[in-house]
């Protein structure tokens, strides 16, 4: 219980009449104690007193006496500015004496908006692509957001001051929101005061017609001798007549293939197609150009991009010890590739494999021995259902030094590969198994959807497979599992079961498909790709996840040069990581770059760890640097060895960001409703330095205590 006398508080520790009672029944005591003695009467009260100034003392900690402080102070309202900075705010389709940009900066500057400001507590913040706090008025912010969420960046600036006495929040924006989102509830009672930062324009003057890249989709990567696309979207903005001009295809500066954009009346996107056959291995730089008659800006007319050529010539060797549906449609999907070879091997009742590769060779008619020499001849050993005594011990050992030398191993599940006597939980593979079976694991049945993780879209191989909007779903895989510590899940179900797991062995690798019903990807999929079905495309991917190519990092007298992307942003770091073989020493490893003005930079590598950033599942030890491109243009990189007897070559495009220049007016409509809706006020630049005198300044009274102990 607290008691208050003025501007002390008591605060005891026990109760009063306790104290009291206890300070009579002391006194009492005390001069009882002296009554006795044989002192003096003035004697006996000096000891009383002292013995009673002593409990005095004692009583009033038990109290615990405070003092308190009570004042009020005005607080000023907060009022919020919010400041677009995306690129349209550098727009200026009337060709004004200002940019947007410039109005907004120079409307805070105004000497009648400051003196308004002092009236408030005033909090800064930007919107673009997202919200930040924070605003340095010394230097010129940069207007370069790709994108503007303005309604979402209005309700979190209104969340954010929920404790705060709002008074508005002062919006200075073109109000081109992008965000098909509006306010809510709580931002709705805050009001928006906004400038308008173009003016009107009494005659609305017709804007010239432009035509620009707007999008291209193309693979990463394509196989040698294979069909690639290219899909190319065209768009234009302020036209409506019908149009046609040449849209053109370059491979390394030569013409390779030309088409036509055909516009109809009132048409604003258009696409155009072009597929071709890669003819030669590495990296090959495209330039694609549209030719229009009648166009604003030229500058947006014309893309590079970079396709990485490999040679998929794979042979392959495929056991199975079932005559499942998996079986039936892996081998028929394998043997269409034309680009690779496959020895196919079906386990009989007796334990002898039959061939079944559909080939005319004869050295194919009969199950290799596993041998170093004979496994030489392949790029991957896929292990379809089989028990572990499938293969004799020596088969284990030579697979595993397969691996170990840059071969590839891949598992596919079923209820005999992944039992405790199948060959995935066999104790030869423990050591380069990518899963192994908890207690209780099954073939689980159902229907699972499924889903790349960050680990599989990280992987160039698989991004050719990142479009699909959906992957249909499995109707079985096998779990409970847990991946190797040096293993990543690529494919897992909603609940985060893995379905696909691959690791790094040695200088080869390993993988698991733990689904017995990818077979029905076949069944029904639209082709794509080059006319292959899902089904085959994922193959064909994880085929090339395992065992790149010619070109493979696993060579032991090789360099491998790592980029998160062939393409990137003007004044963007770019990381360059490198991993070398082991007949490769990393000393005085350097990265030379070719720039687009023909001028040369040199930079060491130095060791680093790279990781999944650099397109690896796991962190390795490799070498790194890194640069900031100031230039347009094609870059040619290369990372060679000391003795110049290692190299690695590629082409790495940069451009400038994709920026949000729309050349549209701003959108009054939509600044208009904003304010009607929130009790704010829109008007025009001229009088925008009355803005702030529509919002009342209404204080807040704060009481401040303070206690003193």
């Given at each position: 219980m607290m008691y208050k006398l003025g501007s002390i508080l008591l605060s005891p520790v026990i109760p009063v009449w306790l104290i009291i009672l206890c300070a009579i029944l002391f006194a009492g005591l005390a001069w009882r104690t002296y009554a006795f003695c044989s002192l003096k009467y003035s004697e006996r009260w000096i000891l009383w007193s002292l013995r009673m100034l002593a409990f005095g003392i004692l009583a009033f900690l038990l109290l615990q006496p405070s003092r308190r402080e009570t004042r009020s102070e005005l607080e000023k309202p907060v009022l919020a500015v919010l400041l677009d900075l995306s690129a349209s705010m550098q727009d200026n389709p009337y060709a004004e004496k200002m940019t947007r940009a410039d109005k907004a900066l120079a409307f805070l500057k105004k000497s009648e908006v400051r003196k308004h400001l002092e009236a408030f507590r005033v909090l800064y913040f930007t919107a673009g692509s997202s919200l930040q706090e924070g605003l340095d008025l010394t230097t010129t912010p940069k207007f370069s957001e790709p994108s503007s969420l303005l309604a979402p960046a209005i309700n979190q600036v209104a969340e954010r001051l929920r404790a705060e006495p709002q008074a508005g929040i002062l919006l200075l924006s073109d109000g081109l929101d992008q965000s098909n989102a509006w306010l809510e509830g709580r931002a709705q009672q805050i009001p928006v005061l906004i400038p308008e930062l173009e003016n009107p324009v009494l005659e609305e003057r017709p804007l010239q017609q432009d035509f620009s890249i707007e999008n291209i989709h193309y693979p990463r990567r394509a196989i040698l001798q294979w069909e690639v696309k290219v899909e190319v979207t065209i768009r234009r903005r302020h036209g409506s007549t019908a149009q046609t001009f040449p849209v053109e295809l370059l491979q390394n500066g030569s013409m390779l293939r030309k088409s036509e954009a055909v516009f109809r009346e009132n048409e604003n996107f258009r696409k155009v197609e072009f597929s071709f056959t890669a003819e030669t291995l590495g990296n090959h730089l495209y330039q694609l150009s549209i030719l229009p008659l009648q166009d604003a800006d030229a500058g947006n007319n014309h893309r590079e991009f970079v396709i990485d050529v490999t040679d998929a010539r794979k042979r392959i060797l495929y056991l199975e010890g079932t005559p499942r549906w998996e079986f039936k449609y892996l081998k028929r999907s394998l043997l269409a590739e034309k680009n690779q070879e496959l020895n196919a091997f079906l386990q009989s009742g007796t334990g002898a494999f039959l061939n079944f590769s559909d080939t005319e060779h004869q050295e194919a008619l009969s199950l290799p021995e596993f041998s170093p020499e004979s496994l030489r001849d392949y790029s991957v050993v896929i292990l379809g259902d089989l028990k572990a005594d499938a293969l004799k011990e020596k088969d284990y050992r030579v697979l595993t030094a397969f691996v170990e030398k840059g071969g590839a191993l891949l598992f596919l599940a079923g209820t005999r590969t992944c039992s405790p006597d199948g060959v995935l939980s066999s104790p030869h593979f423990?050591?380069?198994?990518?899963?192994?079976?908890l207690p209780g694991a099954q073939m689980r049945e159902g229907r699972f959807s499924v889903d790349f993780t960050a680990a599989g879209r990280s992987q160039n191989a698989f991004s050719d497979l990142l479009s699909e909007v959906r992957l249909p779903p499995l109707l079985s895989f096998w779990g409970p599992v847990e991946a190797s510590s040096f293993a990543s899940v690529f494919l897992a179900a909603a609940d985060g079961s893995a379905v696909l797991v691959g690791r790094r062995y040695g200088q080869g690798r390993t993988a698991v498909l733990l689904s017995d019903s990818l077979w029905r990807w076949q069944l029904g999929s639209e082709a794509g790709g080059g006319g292959k079905s899902l089904y085959g495309r994922f193959l064909t991917q994880l085929l090339q996840w395992l065992a790149p190519g010619l070109q493979s990092q696993n060579e032991e007298d090789s360099i491998q040069l790592l980029l998160p992307s062939r393409e990137a942003d003007l004044r963007a770091k770019i990381s360059i990581g490198a991993l070398c073989g082991k007949r490769v020493s990393g000393s005085g490893l350097a990265c030379r770059i070719l720039c687009p003005d023909a001028s040369n930079?040199?930079?060491?590598?130095?060791?680093?760890?790279?990781?999944?950033?650099?397109?690896?599942?796991?962190?390795?030890?490799?070498?790194?640097?890194?640069?900031?491109?100031?230039?347009?243009?094609?870059?040619?990189?290369?990372?060679?060895?000391?003795?110049g007897l290692a190299s690695e070559e590629a082409l790495l495009v940069v451009k400038k960001p994709a920026l949000e220049?729309?050349?549209?007016?701003?959108?009054?409509?939509?600044?208009?409703?904003?304010a009607k809706d929130t009790g704010g006020a829109m008007l025009p630049w001229l009088e925008a330095g009355k803005l702030l005198e529509k919002l009342p300044v209404k204080p807040r009274s704060v009481e401040i205590v303070r206690e003193y102990s």
């Open positions: 423990k050591e380069l198994a990518p899963v192994f079976s930079l040199a930079l060491p590598m130095l060791p680093a760890e790279l990781g999944i950033e650099a397109g690896l599942p796991s962190p390795e030890a490799g070498f790194r640097c890194e640069f900031v491109p100031e230039q347009e243009g094609t870059y040619r990189l290369q990372v060679i060895s000391k003795d220049f729309t050349g549209e007016a701003i959108n009054r409509q939509w600044l208009q409703r904003l």
